[in-house]
């Protein structure tokens, strides 16, 4: 027996020498000029070889496979450290010198291809915004995007649902037309999105069809979001927003390993409120008035070194005492701005739970992804609301008819396997699997009062209700490839499949006033299906280190549908529309000057829309019917330029220009064709701009410390927001400020938005109902970080 443990002992001793005369080890210190930097993040990009830097600087990595690798250091307060290695057998050591943000331009790490890749390296248009940049923008919500990326606008009725549009692809019911993923877990449709922007680490915004990978509703692009996650150090931070109209905004965070290099948490919250803009002059006090609270949790296990798993939870609730605050007409919303006359009152709930458990491991050549997901979200309004934006009691929609109704969820899937980089081979390849299933079970019941006969009806005081349930499940199989033609010349190759089949039922019931319930509509159902294809073709030539050329094609798809029960007649309800598709034409350049301080990208696209979704919306039941009526033409240019001239002078200009225009479109109202051909796109203005300037000037006397002061400026074009361009708002122009100090770990900030008090229209519905944008505000943030 004695005998048999030694050889088993010596057999695991030569098994283990064996294994590490065919593996790499990294080690290496992190330094700042001649300073060694802690809790620095050391990352081989594609793999799950992670670690961090101790109290000296220093880090090791070991049992790592020989061959090529992208090596990533990100440090707080620094410009990321991003260089492509070769890692021979035995033990290799790096020096890593990183520089202060006011010194060099980031270059960003980014997942936009579902492979971790440096900004200026993947041949994509892509806008990205990292964690510094978004609290220097103060960007809270998702609409804030607008402008900052070019050709993006995003704006919503009240309801913090936002319409995104990007270069003239727009959002026309609750499946959006630009995509929303945090944290790599799809926001399946405006339902069950959290727009709000929170302990955010960076946005990465994909513009033009990404069909390929993302899939379904990702013909206009995809704004991919990702919040900060624990690790090895302890972290932390505390945030205080005070502003006009009552503004507060609270917000913490808290990061922390519970057993090192093995199990890590991270939590945070927010909590905001404010008056509302508006007053009701029927009540004589402020309308929408709103409280928003938010929670993001983390539970990180890493099994060993090639394992990991990871449980996130996010929930979102919103109350909103006052919810679409809109006018209606241009003249009225402008003559009396931020007043409105309506004889109802009610409070918006809105309750939002997002849950995912992802598993990541590194095997011997290839990198596995897996993600199972569950959304559900809660809206209704506790009292009727006002649907005829006046002080008579004409109309009002009613839907709180209990928790088993107007509550949306949805189960996702899905599996990735992708090539890991040290490869000798050409070939780099991405593929996976996606599965969905949603439940949409709404009713809403339309209320006639005592004035309905104003509205031309025989009958008042009666509600007409409308039952509309929604079963949808779905697949699809996508991959993509990527192969080295030369030294410098890469093709991309890439093909997703999507099918879905939907179920929908619906019944209409007519309820007077102390009555009983007739059945107007029998309980009725249909069934669909739809099928796509989406291809992508591109090429990109590495000109130099720091210069980028690339070429596209991508097929664009935005999934078909069946329309609700609505009151209206002439538009019958299970009538199936189809899938809208859009092919994409783009060239672009990607650079990088002066040792990082100059950055130039430039974009040329056209696009092709084919079965354009039309969305026409059924008025007093505020239901949207959608045609396939369209083929549009979209054509534009992109710049993104940002520079550091100065040390500690930073500047950045984006511009966008979009020519939408529709070749084809007829739609049907009230029973009749109406042609409306070459008219303009809506919620998409012609030009987008945006300019910031922000200076930092360290102050040695008071040790650890920078003064700081930013002004930036945003011009939107010219837009129409209804298909027959008769409600347009001209160009404007907003400007927005920030001056403060940040002494060590505390920043103080003074801030003011809109500065001008710019009176415009941010969104309307075509029958006219108006919602201004934000007014001038302003205030003072304190926030520490530990």
Not at 10 to 27: D, G, M, V
Not at 227 to 253: C, D, M, V, W
Not at 302 to 322: I, Y
Request: aromatic share 12%; proline share 4%; hydrophobic share 35%.
């Amino acid at each position: 027996m004695r005998k048999a443990y030694t050889l088993i002992i010596l057999l695991c001793c030569i098994c283990t020498y064996s294994k590490s005369q065919t593996q790499a080890t990294l080690e290496g210190s992190v330094f700042y000029k001649e300073s060694q930097l802690s809790n620095a993040t050391i990352t081989l990009l594609n793999t799950n070889y992670r670690t961090y830097s101790d109290a000296k600087g220093n880090f090791k990595i070991q049992e790592i496979r020989p061959g090529k690798y992208y090596l990533h250091v990100q440090a707080d307060g620094f410009s990321d450290f991003l260089e492509e290695i070769q890692l021979a057998v035995g033990l290799q050591k790096q020096a890593i010198l990183l520089s202060k943000t006011e010194q060099r331009l980031p270059e960003v790490v980014v997942t936009a291809d579902k492979k971790e890749a440096g900004m200026q390296k993947t041949p994509l248009s892509l806008t990205v915004l990292n964690a510094k940049d978004i609290q220097a923008m103060r960007l809270r919500d998702a609409k804030d995007l607008t402008a900052i990326v070019p050709n993006l606008y995003a704006a919503n009725p009240g309801d913090l649902r936002n319409v995104i549009s990007i270069r003239g692809i727009t959002t026309t019911s609750y499946d959006p037309a630009v995509t929303t993923y945090i944290d790599e877990v799809n926001q399946f449709s405006l339902d069950t999105y959290i727009s709000q922007l929170h302990d955010i680490e960076r946005i990465e915004v994909l513009r033009g069809p990404q069909s390929s990978l993302y899939g379904r509703n990702a013909s206009g692009g995809v704004i991919n979001i990702i919040t900060k996650q624990p690790g090895n150090n302890t972290s932390g931070f505390a945030e205080i927003s005070l502003g006009n109209y009552h503004a507060q905004r609270y917000a913490l965070g808290f990061r922390t390993p519970l057993v090192h290099d093995k199990l890590y948490f991270g939590a945070s919250a927010m909590y905001t409120k404010r008056n509302g803009y508006y007053t009701n002059k029927s009540t004589q006090s402020s309308y929408d008035d709103m409280q928003l609270h938010q929670g993001n949790y983390f539970l990180t296990y890493n099994v060993h070194s090639k394992l990991t798993f990871q449980l996130n939870v996010k929930h979102q609730g919103h109350s909103n005492e006052g919810p679409f605050p809109l006018v209606m007409g241009i003249d009225q919303a402008f003559e009396h701005p931020f007043e409105l006359d309506q004889n109802r009152n009610t409070t918006m709930k809105d309750q939002t739970v997002n849950v995912s458990l992802s598993a990541r491991y590194q095997g011997k050549n290839y990198l596995l992804n897996a993600q199972s997901s569950y959304q559900q979200n809660y809206r209704y309004y506790q009292n009727p609301i006002d649907g005829d934006f006046s002080s008579n009691d004409i109309i009002a929609i009613v839907n709180n008819y209990g928790r088993p109704w107007n509550t949306n969820s949805v189960y996702m899937q899905e599996v990735r396997l992708s090539s890991t980089l040290p490869s000798a081979s050409k070939f780099r390849w991405n593929m996976g699997l996606y599965s969905f299933q949603q439940h949409s079970p709404t009713k809403q019941g339309t209320y006639y009062g005592n004035d309905a006969g104003m509205y031309g009806l025989p009958l008042t005081n009666f509600t007409d209700i409308t039952i509309n349930k929604l079963d949808t499940w779905g697949g699809a199989a996508f991959g993509q490839v990527d192969y080295q033609l030369s030294p410098d010349l890469y093709i991309t190759a890439g093909l997703r499949y999507d099918y879905e089949h939907r179920k929908q039922q619906i019944e209409g019931t007519f309820l007077p006033d102390n009555g009983e319930v007739t059945v107007t509509t029998p309980d009725t159902s249909a069934t669909a299906h739809y099928s796509n294809l989406s291809p992508k073709l591109s090429f990109n030539y590495q000109i130099a280190k720091d210069n980028l050329l690339y070429a596209s094609y991508s097929r664009g798809f935005r999934a078909g549908g069946m329309s609700q029960l609505s009151g209206d007649p002439t538009q019958p309800p299970l009538a199936s529309y189809n899938a809208e598709h859009s092919n994409n034409l783009e060239i672009g350049s990607k650079n990088m000057f002066m040792n990082q301080r100059l950055k130039l990208n430039a974009t040329l696209f056209y696009s092709q829309i084919k079965n354009g979704q039309i969305p026409v919306l059924i008025m007093p039941q505020a239901l949207t019917f959608i045609q396939n009526a369209a083929m549009m033409t979209s054509k534009g240019l992109e710049l993104e330029l940002a520079a550091i001239p100065l040390q500690g002078l930073e500047a950045s200009y984006n511009f966008g220009y979009t020519h939408a225009r529709y070749n084809d479109l007829t739609v049907i109202t009230e029973g009749s064709n109406q042609d409306l051909s070459h008219n303009k796109q809506i919620f998409t203005p012609r030009t987008t701009s945006f300019l910031s300037l922000q200076y930092t000037r360290d102050i040695p006397a008071l040790g650890n410390s920078k003064l700081f002061g930013r002004i930036e400026h945003k011009n939107i074009g010219k837009q129409y927001f209804d298909l027959t361009n008769t409600l347009s708002q001209d160009s404007y122009s907003l400007w927005n400020a920030r001056i403060g100090l940040q002494y060590k770990r505390i920043e103080l900030a003074l801030w003011g938005a809109n500065l001008s008090d710019e009176k415009y229209i941010a969104y309307a519905y075509d029958f006219g109902a108006i919602n201004l944008g934000s007014p001038r505000t302003y205030g003072l943030t304190i926030k520490s970080i530990f």
